[in-house]
């Protein structure tokens, strides 16, 4: 689980030090994931790959239908569905695959990240992650 762990801290902290960009984690009983806000007040989930690297998503109002995030990744080789390293540009791409295959979906989008928050079950283990 190590070398998970230590991708999901690498895109935090990354997005952390990039301006407009806000990490946040969560390191409580064995599970570390994370979030990030986007400057287009976006969030974007940020979990272990199945077997290695982060896997990132585009948080939306839950439903039945369309669950509450999609992947980030669109549907290519399974290798790019993960993140072994990040730079802004990808980050960026990210976002917008996101949002395209939420649009795909009908997804209804959160208003803003202060709505995700509103509702996010566990918003008193979240963690800033400073740069």
């Not at 960009?21 to 009983?29: E, N, P, R, T, W």
């Not at 989930?45 to 239908?65: H, K, M, T």
Request: glycine share 10%; proline share 2%.
């Amino acid at each position: 689980m190590g070398g998970q762990r230590e991708s999901v801290e690498r895109v935090l902290k990354f997005a952390a030090k990039q301006k407009g960009y806000k990490a946040y984690v969560v390191d409580k009983d064995g599970y570390y994931y994370g979030y990030i806000i986007t400057p287009r007040d976006n969030v974007l989930a940020v979990s272990n790959a199945e077997f290695w690297g982060a896997f990132i998503s585009l948080q939306y109002v839950p439903s039945r239908s369309t669950g509450s995030g999609c992947s980030c990744h669109g549907n290519g080789n399974y290798g790019e569905h993960y993140v072994l390293d990040v730079d802004l540009d990808k980050l960026i791409a990210l976002e917008d695959e996101g949002l395209r295959y939420a649009n795909k979906l009908k997804a209804k989008r959160y208003e803003n990240s202060n709505e995700w928050l509103n509702h996010y079950w566990q918003k008193d283990e979240l963690r800033e992650v400073t740069a």
